[in-house]
């Protein structure tokens, strides 16, 4: 069964570092979505992307993100310098259509721990 | 702001009972709504989504949708350990956002 898979699965990194989280949705979705969870918190969404350029973004994704299709397969969230409070699940989702119309397919997480 | 409210549980329901989640949200015109559960440490895996008012059934899950009232459920029947988890819900409140509730945690009693 097609799945989204995220690399890697635990990220470790010191406060201001920059750090590239990497996705690949499953082949034939054309909307992606990076949410994130903090611990014993609600997912929240940060950003959509569709046609190669952002379609929604919330307010926690400000000028530190950016997401980006390098090519055919990977989807990736940046963080450029990152902050303790950006510790967080964060997942990477897709789907075929938008979600007002259809589902969307989580990935397994990249667990972000800032020390 | 709009919201999606959902019982935080713990939720204990015997082995083979009938486990009811429940969600209420707040944008009137929001269209999709879907459960997800979440396993402690993993990520949300969609169970159900409904559109349409009334009920929608797949196997032992039962989505139910009241728009008026702006409630949405999520029926379990012959409840199986395995059910225990988080149950999320989840409503598309702009073209591609989905707000999530806190979830429900559901424990499953053998």
């Known amino acids: 069964e097609p799945e989204v898979t995220q690399t890697p699965s635990h990220q470790v990194t010191q406060m201001g570092q920059e750090v590239i989280l990497r996705c690949v949705p499953i082949s034939n979705h054309l909307y992606f979505y990076w949410y994130r969870q903090i611990l014993g918190q609600k997912v929240e969404f940060l950003v959509s992307f569709y046609n190669n350029e952002i379609s929604e973004k919330s307010e926690i994704f400000d000028d530190q993100f950016s997401v980006e299709r390098p090519d055919g397969s990977n989807f990736t969230l940046k963080i450029r310098s990152t902050k303790l409070e950006d510790s967080a699940m964060y997942f990477c989702?897709?789907?075929?259509?938008?979600?007002?119309?259809?589902?969307?397919?989580f990935g397994q997480g990249t667990r972000l721990t800032v020390v | 702001q709009k919201e999606v409210e959902q019982n935080s549980g713990p939720l204990s329901v015997p082995e083979g009972a009938i486990a009811s989640l429940n969600c209420t949200y707040s944008?009137?015109?929001?269209?999709?709504f879907f459960w997800y559960r979440q396993y402690s440490g993993k990520s949300p895996e969609l169970i159900m989504f409904?559109?349409?008012?009334g009920d929608k059934e797949d196997g032992r899950f039962t989505a139910q949708l009241n728009k008026a009232s702006q409630y949405v459920s999520l029926l379990i029947r012959d409840s199986q350990p395995s059910d225990s988890a988080t149950y999320l819900c989840?409503?598309?409140?702009?073209?591609?956002?989905?707000?999530f509730g806190t979830g429900t945690r559901l424990t499953i009693i053998p």
């Open positions: 944008d009137r015109g929001s269209q999709s």
């Open positions: 989840a409503v598309n409140t702009g073209n591609e956002k989905l707000t």
């Open positions: 989702a897709s789907s075929i259509q938008r979600t007002e119309n259809t589902e969307a397919f």
């Open positions: 409904i559109y349409s008012n």
